[in-house]
Structure formats: C-alpha cells, structure tokens
C-alpha cells in the first residue's frame, strides 16, 4: 500500500532553516509527481511546492526565493528546504502523491490522492 512518511519538522526561529524529508513506498516514485502542502490552525490547506516525475518544480508566490523542492528518486524521497522561515508560516506540512503519473506539476490539493500524516513546523518570532 501506499506510504508516505515525513519527517523533519520542529520549533525553528524566525529566520531559520528546516529541511523536510518525505520517505515513500508502495509505489513506483520514479512515475509520480510530489507536493507540499500546510495546513494553519483554522485555515484551509495552502499549496506550497511540488515536483513532477522529470523534475520541474512549482512553488507558491509566498515562499518563492525562499523554499524548494527536491527529490531522490534512488531514495524514494522527496525534500523541502525551507529557509527564512517566517512565524506565520507555522503549520502541519503534508507530503502528497500527485493522483496521475508522468504528468506536469500540479499546483493544487485536489489533484493529489495520497498523504502522509503531516509533520508540525513552529516558527516563533
């Protein structure tokens, strides 16, 4: 069955730097495009960075310049550095399989079928 594990989350200063890491199985990762996305307390999911199967990457207008998204295919891993970490960004960051293979970058929650459970990022002021 499909799996996706992140890790990598914590407590960081605004300012700083975390690097998210989302471990997946189950499937064949080399076919599929993965995303982030983070969910704020109240708020609704936000789209924040995705990959396809070749490597083109999209990324919010909010975090361009700041995050990216990177994948290891030989690891069945897909990252996100995320630097300048502002405290309103504080949120669960989830790990997404896009729901079709070989396609272009998707940019929206809708077009991903599965998740991980998410992994907590505080950033204090």
């Known amino acids: 069955q499909v799996q996706l594990v992140e890790s990598g989350g914590g407590l960081v200063q605004a300012g700083g730097s975390l690097r998210l890491s989302c471990k997946a199985s189950?499937?064949?990762?080399?076919?599929?495009?993965m995303g982030w996305i983070r969910q704020a307390p109240g708020k609704e999911r936000e789209f924040v960075a995705a990959?396809?199967?070749?490597?083109?990457?999209s990324s919010a207008d909010s975090v361009k310049g700041r995050f990216t998204i990177s994948r290891d295919n030989a690891k069945n891993t897909v990252y996100l550095q995320m630097n300048s970490l502002k405290p309103e960004e504080t949120a669960v960051y989830y790990c997404a399989r896009q729901a079709t293979g070989w396609g272009s970058v998707r940019t929206t929650a809708q077009e991903y079928d599965y998740w991980g459970q998410g992994t907590q990022v505080t950033g204090s002021s």
């Open positions: 189950g499937f064949i990762f080399s076919m599929y495009g």
């Open positions: 990959i396809n199967w070749s490597g083109s990457t």
